[in-house]
């Protein structure tokens, strides 16, 4: 089993910033990605960005590139996702999740955190 604790988010004006961490623990070996995830008022859940352990290579969707960046420290077992430039549509509760694939696919993340609401007014 792996768990995976999200914290960082918050309530911030649209144009500023937050810095969400997830911090993994249990089998992280077994674990090659972590992923963010979000799921605004009325909507899926959505991917957004994704980092790989071995080379730190990462993916993001297109709706936050330029403006979010992922970012992982294998020796803690945590990620962070800096979020830059907000917006309200922005407004999410934001997950993080592990899985053996890089990529958008949420069906390939297979540990999932409780998830830590940021907020975007405008």
């Known amino acids: 089993q792996v768990q995976l604790v999200e914290s960082g988010g918050g309530l911030v004006q649209a144009g500023n910033s937050l810095r969400l961490s997830c911090e993994a623990s249990g089998r992280t070996w077994s674990t090659a990605v972590i992923g963010w995830f979000r799921q605004g008022p009325g909507k899926e859940r959505e991917f957004v960005a994704a980092i790989r352990w071995s080379d730190g290579n990462t993916y993001y969707a297109d709706s936050v590139k330029g403006r979010f960046t992922i970012s992982g420290y294998n020796a803690a077992n945590t990620v962070y996702l800096q979020m830059n430039s907000l917006e309200p549509e922005d407004t999410a509760l934001y997950y993080c999740?592990?899985?053996?694939?890089?990529?958008?696919?949420?069906?390939?993340?297979?540990?999932w955190g409780q998830g830590t609401q940021g907020t975007v007014s405008s």
């Open positions: 999740a592990a899985s053996s694939v890089l990529g958008p696919d949420r069906w390939n993340y297979h540990y």
